[in-house]
Nanobody, 117 residues
């Protein structure tokens, strides 16, 4: 059974940094584009950042561009989201997502990120 397990969430002050990790097992990690989504209370889930299966091309939501960095490790089968200059509006549950070229996709259970003083 494919599992995506997120970690690294928590409480951080505005302006602080946090690194989220998503461990993927067991599947052909290199065949999947990986993404991070987030969902704040009362809002729809939104795409934060994505990275392609091959080439490592990245894409970011305008709201996080220049503050967040997505990366993947093909040896560890993991994808990370480095978040800096965090704002209160970044508070949300962050989800890891995997998608292949055939539309097969998987979701993690999410990790809470709270930005507050």
């Amino acid at each position: 059974e494919v599992q995506l397990v997120e970690s690294g969430g928590g409480l951080v002050q505005p302006g602080g940094s946090l690194r989220l990790s998503c461990a993927a097992s067991p599947f052909t990690f290199s065949s999947y584009a990986m993404s991070w989504y987030r969902q704040a209370p009362g809002k729809e889930r939104e795409l934060v950042a994505s990275i392609t299966s091959v080439g490592g091309n990245t894409k970011y939501a305008d709201s996080v561009k220049d503050r967040f960095t997505i990366s993947r490790d093909y040896v560890k089968n993991s994808v990370d989201l480095q978040m800096a200059s965090l704002k209160a509006e970044d508070t949300a549950v962050y989800y890891c997502h995997a998608l292949d070229n055939y539309g097969t996709n998987y979701w993690g259970r999410g990790t809470q990120v709270t930005v507050s003083s």
